[in-house]
């Protein structure tokens, strides 16, 4: 069976750092493309970034340069470092799973709420 | 970029009837398009993709059609769980995968 659990959301003030962590069982997280969606409150998705099974990764513009997707073989676990952290970065963050080239999530976490305020 | 564009943005239908949602993309994503329904305080969970193949476990009453811009979920007869917020989001043309801004399906 599937599964996705997500961790490390908390409050942060701003300008602040954080780390998720997206433990993977049932499927290996090296073999498949793993993306970060996120949902701001009461807002729509907005997909952050992914990460493919050759490395190659992708960004939105609105966390490029602050946030690096990753990935640790060894744990099976899906990575996101977020730095320099805007109120606009609140949201629940999933992390989920793809299977084909062009992503889209067949399998998804259950999430974990990232609040950015002073 | 493409941009989704889903309509409408409420959709008020009656439990036993029919609901069709619509997507469209601001450029040709070819059959690259998924839709996933979310339930108040749970993920998303994918209902479709390559426009009109139902993801494992998907009831029947679920069906997705279109192709290039225009796109259409179909919803046979409704129950009650499948009142919800529904997006659609294409694949075609990344970074960034985008997501339309969801349809939510009410109880009428």
């Known amino acids: 069976e599937v599964q996705l659990v997500e961790s490390g959301g908390g409050l942060v003030q701003p300008g602040g750092s954080l780390r998720l962590s997206c433990a993977a069982s049932g499927f290996t997280v090296s073999s498949n493309y793993m993306s970060w969606v996120r949902q701001a409150p009461r807002k729509g998705l907005e997909w952050v970034s992914v990460i493919y099974s050759g490395g190659g990764t992708n960004y939105a513009d609105s966390v490029k340069g602050r946030f690096t997707i990753s990935r640790d073989s060894s744990k099976n676990t899906l990575y996101l470092q977020m730095n320099s952290l805007r109120p606009e970065d609140t949201a629940v963050y999933y992390c989920?799973?793809?299977?084909?080239?062009?992503?889209?999530?067949?399998?998804w976490g259950q999430g974990t709420l990232v609040t950015v305020s002073s | 970029d493409i941009v989704m564009t889903q309509s409408p943005a409420t959709l008020s239908v009656s439990p036993g009837e029919r609901a069709t949602l619509s997507c469209r993309a601001s450029q040709s994503v070819s059959s690259n398009l998924a839709w996933y329904q979310q339930k108040p305080g749970q993920a998303p969970r994918l209902l479709i993709f390559g426009a009109s193949t139902r993801a494992t476990g998907i009831p029947a009453r679920f069906s997705g059609s279109g192709s290039g811009t225009e796109f259409t979920l179909t919803i046979s007869s409704l129950q009650s769980e499948d009142f919800a917020v529904y997006y659609c989001?294409?694949?075609?043309?990344?970074?960034?995968?985008?997501f339309g801004q969801g349809t939510k399906l009410e109880i009428k």
């Open positions: 989920a799973r793809g299977r084909s080239t062009g992503w889209y999530g067949d399998d």
């Open positions: 989001q294409q694949y075609n043309n990344w970074p960034p995968y985008s």
